[in-house]
């Protein structure tokens, strides 16, 4: 999975997260890209599933471990992989 500039930045603003913790979702924040100077960034635990198709995968979130962050465009290229 490739490191992305909004998703080093998310992780840096959340702290300690666990090594299962994943980022699922981002949207810039504004009606038309003019406006667009913050990303909602969120993520979530996830276990592995038991049973079916997707066994072993993590794939289920875990509840009540949702988080999200708020990042700027100037976090995202400050913190934009070489």
Known sequence: MGRTGY????LRKM????A???I???G?????PEDFKEMRVTGAEFRAATRGKYAG?????VPHTKRHVIVTREEIL????E
């Open 78 to 81: 400050a913190a934009e992989p």
């Open 7 to 10: 998703g080093i930045a998310a």
């Open 57 to 61: 995968r993590l794939c289920v979130r």
């Open 20 to 22: 299962n913790f994943r």
């Open 24 to 26: 699922f979702a981002a």
């Open 28 to 32: 810039w924040i504004g009606k038309k």
């Open 15 to 18: 702290g300690s997260v666990p």
